[in-house]
């Protein structure tokens, strides 16, 4: 079938030969008419429908389909009961807040492997990746996704057995593992990174890859293998779920304080689809401001709007959105009645959630398996890396 740009140019073309023709009645104005017209037929045959307008398509109550985890405590977590955890869910929840959906009836969450997550989010069976997946140069201009907000700075990290490598006879080092059976999945950038660190520290480590991290964890159990390496968000859970559930009893886990890369985890979405990108990543944004500010679950409501910066992060729709379908004015309202700030979507995550977040500081959660204390994941104004451009 003739495309509708080809069509048009044929007749563009038709156009211009009646118009050189002697008698034609055809103007030059009837010309610049039918190319503006192939012009613009052109771009809108290119443009990508918005997944936001996807969404939308979709009825009254169409699903936001939100490719996880499931097995990462802290991150994507799926209990027994099938009820969902972790800042990566809270990610998922905040953006379809913002675009009008309910959070807790209107998301499908689809399991998102390390293997097939990229093939998933290309062919439209999601229509936003948030799984703890690292902003890579050959991910972004190699693949079909495009990277948006940073709602977690990590980096490798190894988790070893201290019954085969005792902590305390190795300094806390993960230089000394030589001859150690380590672990890795296959098909990820952590794969590469453990490999050129072993290279480069002449570590003598055995680099064992592994199907995903469940075949890991199970090598790390039974033995076979005597470290895992992975996100470093992932040792600690890791760690805290293997403890909790008594499943590795003598193992006397220990993460080393090396970090073996620069692991940025956010959200992905399409190539080309700049709109719905936008969304994506001025949500993550939005929590982040909203924690900079001091406005939270519990005080948005009663905010001072005559404060305009205050107005404009819970009154205004900043142009986030597509033609027909623009985000509410109260999108950022939307996103801290079902989720909170930054700071809470932490708290709730990795703590025991009772930060008092009037009080606010990264110091003063409690219960925390993961800190953020001292970590790239504060705010600047603690020294860490979670900064937001101007919402304005």
Sequence with gaps: M????????????????????????????????????????????????????TIHERGENGMMKCGVKDSQWGMGFADADGVRSGLDIEYCRAVAAAIGLDPDT?????????????????????????????????????????????????????????????????????????????????????????????????????????????????????????????DMSAMVAKKYTLETAGDCDGCDLWIAPELLSKEPLGAAVRDMDSDWKDVVTWVWYGMVTAEEMGLHSGNYMDADMTNPSVDRLLNQNLGLGTDANPLPATWMQNVLSHVGNYGEAWDDSFCDGSWDA???????????????????????????????????
């Design 2 to 53: 003739r495309s509708l740009l080809a069509t048009t140019m044929m007749l563009l073309m038709m156009t211009a030969a009646l118009a050189g023709c002697a008698g034609s009645d055809v103007t030059d104005e009837d010309v610049d008419t039918a190319r503006e017209e192939g012009r613009l037929a052109g771009i809108a045959e290119a443009t990508p429908v918005s997944t936001l307008d």
């Design 358 to 392: 009037d009080v606010g500081g990264s110091d003063t959660m409690t219960g925390c398996v993961l800190s953020r204390v001292g970590t790239a994941n504060a705010l600047v104004s603690e020294g860490g890396l979670q900064f937001a451009p101007p919402m304005r």
């Design 106 to 230: 209107q998301i499908e969450y689809i399991l998102a492997s390390s293997g097939d997550r990229f093939e998933k989010l290309a062919s439209g069976e999601i229509d936003v990746l948030i799984r703890t997946t690292t902003w890579t140069t050959s991910r972004d201009v190699g693949l079909n996704a495009d990277f948006a907000g940073m709602n977690f700075f990590d980096g490798q990290g190894i988790l070893i057995r201290g019954d085969a490598f005792p902590q305390d006879n190795m300094s806390n080092s993960a230089l000394n593992l030589a001859g150690a059976n380590v672990c890795v999945g296959t098909g990820t950038t952590t794969e590469g990174n453990v490999a050129d660190w072993n290279t480069v520290n002449s570590v003598g480590m055995n680099v064992i890859p592994v199907a995903d991290a469940a075949e890991a964890t199970a090598e790390l159990v039974s033995g076979s293998c005597d470290a895992f390496t992975g």
